[in-house]
C-alpha cells in the first residue's frame, strides 16, 4: 500500500457552508442550542480535508479518518455562512495530516474553529473487507 | 531461532502462514489491524515456521509473540 504518486503536500479546498437547522447541536443531539454543532463541524473539516486529496486519488483508494484535534473558538448561528479551508501537510507512508481552520465567509479576520486531522489511504475494497470481518467476529 | 513478536497492538486481521511451512526472509506470516490500516508481519529469515502463536480475531500487545521461524 502506498499513496498514489500525485499526492503531494500543500494540495488544498475551501468549503462554503451556510449553518442550517440540521447543523445545529440541537439536531446532532450534541447539545442543546442552535448553532452549528461540534461534530458537525469536525464533519466539515473532515470534508474539506476529503476534498483537499479528491483530483489525486484513484478509484480503488480511499481514506479514512484516524484521528482528529479540534478546537470550536466561536458559535455560528443558523444562516450563518463559513469557509472551510483544508491542507494536506504531512505524508507519512499512508498517513496523511491535515490542518483546518474554519472562517466566517465575510472574510471578517476571526477563526470559528481550528485544528489538525490524520486519515490513512486504504484499499477501498480491503478495508470494507476487513470492516465486515469484524463484524463477523462480534456476532 | 528467530522470535518474530508484534511491534503494536492491534488486532490478528489474516494469518497466512502456517506451522511447518517454508518461508523466505520477507515472506508475509500474518497480516495485523491497527488505525484502519493493514500492517503485515513479515518473516525476518528464512526457515520452518515452528511456531504461530496467533489466530485470526486475536488482539495482540506490543512485543506478543506472533511466530517462531527455525
Redesign the interface.
Known amino acids: 500500500?502506498s499513496v498514489p504518486d500525485g499526492l503531494a503536500t500543500g494540495a488544498r479546498a475551501t468549503l462554503r457552508v451556510a449553518v442550517t437547522e440540521a447543523d445545529t447541536a440541537q439536531a446532532a443531539g450534541s447539545g442543546d442550542v442552535p448553532v452549528l454543532a461540534t461534530p458537525r463541524l469536525l464533519a466539515l473539516a473532515e470534508a474539506a480535508c476529503v476534498a483537499a486529496i479528491a483530483t489525486r486519488m484513484t478509484p480503488s483508494l480511499t481514506s479514512?479518518g484516524?484521528a482528529a484535534r479540534l478546537e470550536h473558538r466561536q458559535a455560528s448561528p443558523v444562516g450563518a455562512e463559513l469557509d472551510i479551508e483544508a491542507e494536506l501537510t504531512e505524508i507519512d507512508g499512508?498517513?496523511l495530516v491535515f490542518v483546518f481552520i474554519a472562517r466566517p465567509a465575510d472574510g471578517a479576520d476571526q477563526v470559528i474553529g481550528a485544528g489538525t486531522l490524520e486519515r490513512?489511504v486504504?484499499d477501498r475494497e480491503?478495508?470494507l473487507a476487513?470492516a465486515e470481518?469484524?463484524r463477523h467476529?462480534l456476532d | 531461532m528467530t522470535e518474530v513478536r508484534a511491534e503494536m497492538v492491534a488486532?490478528v486481521?489474516k494469518v497466512v502462514a502456517s506451522a511447518g511451512d517454508t518461508v523466505a526472509d520477507g515472506d508475509t506470516l500474518v497480516i495485523l489491524?491497527s488505525?484502519?490500516?493493514?500492517i503485515p508481519v513479515l518473516a525476518e529469515a528464512a526457515g520452518t515456521v515452528s511456531t504461530l502463536a496467533v489466530a485470526e480475531?486475536d488482539v495482540v500487545q506490543e512485543g506478543d509473540l506472533i511466530a517462531v521461524i527455525d
Do not use: L, Y
Request: glycine share 10%; aromatic share 10%.
Open positions: 500500500m479514512v484516524i499512508v498517513r490513512v486504504v480491503r478495508f476487513r470481518g469484524a467476529r | 488486532n486481521w489491524e488505525m484502519k490500516m493493514e480475531g
